[in-house]
Nanobody, 124 residues
């Protein structure tokens, strides 16, 4: 079992930046691929970014390319999401997720473990 805890969310003005962290505990010896998703009220949970266990492969939703950066530090069992130039429409709960053996990086069903989420609110 793996537990994931997100942190770093909060209030930010449009155009500002936030850095989210996802700390993993439990069976962290497994080579998990990691992803970030977000969900706004009344909308489906959508893919934001993903990173392979090695950190050599990254994937981004078209809407965040050039502004968001996903990274990981396996020695610290932590995944990060640096978010720059934030927009009000990106207000959502952001979730960290771990995949034990799927290549479906862009889909919720591709992940086995989820954090509780952290609220990101971008004001105009």
């Amino acid at each position: 079992q793996v537990q994931l805890v997100e942190s770093g969310g909060g209030l930010v003005q449009a155009g500002g930046s936030l850095r989210l962290s996802c700390a993993a505990s439990g069976r962290t010896s497994a080579r998990y691929d990691m992803g970030w998703f977000r969900q706004a009220p009344g909308k489906e949970r959508e893919f934001v970014a993903a990173i392979s266990w090695s950190g050599t492969s990254t994937y981004y939703a078209d809407s965040v390319k050039g502004r968001f950066t996903i990274s990981r530090d396996n020695a610290k069992n932590t995944v990060y999401l640096q978010m720059n130039s934030l927009k009000p429409e990106e207000t959502a709960v952001y979730y960290c997720a771990a995949s034990a053996g799927s290549t479906r990086y862009f889909l919720v069903l591709g992940y086995d473990y989820w954090g509780q989420g952290t609220q990101v609110t971008v004001s105009s």
